[in-house]
Nanobody, 124 residues
Framework: DVQLQASGGGLVQPGGSLRLTCATS????????MSWIRQVPGKEREVVSC?????????YADSVKGRFTISSDSNTENEVFLQMNSLKPEDTAVYYC????????????????WGLGTQVTVSS
């Protein structure tokens, strides 16, 4: 069975950092692009970052460029991380990890697999 499990969310003050982890099983990251997608209540889901081993591409939304870094575990090859630095209150959202076959996409409806989200709250 395909499983994705996001963890690492929490409450952090503005300017702080969090590291999200997406543990995957049931498929190989070699053939799936992995994204972190966030959702604020009342708003549409937004692709924050994506990485694809197939074409070596990495994507960051303009709102997080220079602050967030997506990476994968070269040892286990089944975990994807999102290092979030210089967090802002507007980063508050539920963060999901999701997989799309081969290439990164910004089309939310095209994602093949989703994990449960983890809440990130940035507040003083």
């Amino acid at each position: 069975d395909v499983q994705l499990q996001a963890s690492g969310g929490g409450l952090v003050q503005p300017g702080g950092s969090l590291r999200l982890t997406c543990a995957t099983s049931g498929f190989t990251l070699d053939y799936y692009a992995m994204s972190w997608i966030r959702q604020v209540p009342g708003k549409e889901r937004e692709v924050v970052s994506c990485t694809s081993k197939s074409d070596g591409s990495t994507y960051y939304a303009d709102s997080v460029k220079g602050r967030f870094t997506i990476s994968s575990d070269s040892n286990t090859e089944n975990e994807v991380f999102l290092q979030m630095n210089s967090l802002k209150p507007e980063d508050t959202a539920v963060y999901y990890c999701a997989a799309h076959a081969v290439f990164c996409t910004l089309q939310i409806s095209e994602y093949d697999y989703w994990g449960l989200g983890t809440q990130v709250t940035v507040s003083s």
